[in-house]
């Protein structure tokens, strides 16, 4: 049996000041989430704001516990390296 994770984290990105910036930071965040848990994330809300984004996360996996375990791990990765605040996290798992 397979299990989906689908979440949405909105967060606040302090000191970013042009759109440059912001898809830098977020490409580095991306790219490390990628290479660490295969965890597919796409900016999908508020593109054309400097300090402001909607990340959509995905994977799979065929343990929920494990997927719980990625997406916190994801969060923590992004407080701890990156100077942003969430704003809200929303978590699902489906089974697929």
Aim: charged residues 30%; proline residues 0%; hydrophobic residues 45%.
């Amino acid at each position: 049996m397979m299990y989906l994770l689908l979440a949405d984290v909105e967060v606040y990105l302090h000191g970013v000041i042009n759109l440059k910036q912001k898809r830098m930071v977020l490409k580095s965040y991306k790219d490390h989430m990628k290479k660490r848990h295969d965890l597919i994330i796409r900016e999908e809300r508020f593109l054309d704001k400097w300090q402001h984004t909607g990340l959509v996360m995905a994977t799979l996996a065929d343990n929920k516990d494990f997927l719980l375990k990625t997406f916190k791990d994801a969060v923590d990765f992004l407080l701890a390296h990156y100077d942003v605040d969430i704003i809200e996290e929303n978590c699902e798992i489906a089974e697929i």
